[in-house]
């Protein structure tokens, strides 16, 4: 697991029905994209976030397939409607398995 | 100046891979467009790409796409050792089809955009990106 990995979202605390919002993601993590070579010259392995998910009460906001072309401490800005008081569900999955959560409420 | 065999030999070999090997990058673009697109044609208008036009920096290249009505927004680039960067699919609750999010470039290179539209069909959108500073390590 990559060490340090922390989630940050940016989410308005309250919005009127209906409204878009924006939302800013960040996550610190490496991602090793495996094309970097150590020292010694070898191949340090791949190591990614390769899914960023949002979902609010249960319904996808946005999904995103990420390569290793994606920089470190991947950042992502996009917009979301708010039919109702909730709350949001930020997951990135990592290569080794790991799931990194972060949830904001927002009221209407 | 007269050429050995040996010589030819090394020349023509040398002039095969500077055609092939551009060739083979492309082929490798071509078959993530097709993969997404399951060979579909794809037009032209319908979505947009936002990217400098120098990035002094290829470790982060601030990206943006923006594609309404579309379901999913696929990203290349097409002058990295893997030509993919990213997949954005959009759910009911997106409120605009538009994401932005930062790259790495190898090199100064074409970032295309093809995005599937609410009716099926695809269009794309390209950029050229200059690069003073490659971003895949040494």
Redesign the interface.
């Known amino acids: 697991m990559a060490s340090g990995v922390k989630p940050r979202v940016k989410v308005p605390k309250s919005a009127s029905a209906g409204e878009a919002i924006v939302i800013k993601t960040l996550i610190s993590h490496p991602m090793e994209s495996g094309q970097r070579k150590d020292g010694d010259g070898n191949p340090i392995p791949r190591s990614i976030i390769n899914r960023f998910t949002c979902e609010f009460n249960g319904q996808t906001v946005i999904d995103i397939t990420m390569e290793p072309a994606i920089s470190t401490n991947p950042y992502f800005e996009f917009e979301a409607t708010v039919p109702e008081a909730g709350e949001f569900a930020f997951t990135w999955y990592d290569d080794d398995g790991s799931v990194y959560n972060d949830n904001k409420a927002i009221t209407v | 100046m007269d050429f050995t065999r040996r010589e030819t030999l090394a020349l023509g070999g040398a002039a095969a891979l500077t055609f092939v090997l551009p060739f083979r990058a492309n082929a490798a673009v071509d078959d993530v467009i097709a993969e997404f697109t399951g060979g579909a044609a794809v037009g032209d208008a319908g979505v947009e790409l936002t990217a400098p036009e120098i990035a002094e920096n290829g ?3 601030p990206i ?1 796409v923006s594609a309404p009505g579309a379901t999913s927004v696929l990203v290349l ?1 097409a002058g ?3 030509p ?13 089809q ?8 190898a090199g100064t290179q074409d970032v295309i955009a093809i995005a599937k539209l609410a009716d099926g069909s695809f269009a794309r959108s390209s950029k050229t990106v200059k690069v003073t500073i490659g ?4």
Do not use: E, K, Q, Y
Request: some cysteine.
């Open positions: 470790n982060t290249v943006a680039a990295n050792p893997t993919g960067v990213a997949t954005f699919n959009f759910g009911p609750l997106a409120a605009s538009t994401a932005s999010t930062r790259m790495r470039l971003g895949c390590g040494g």
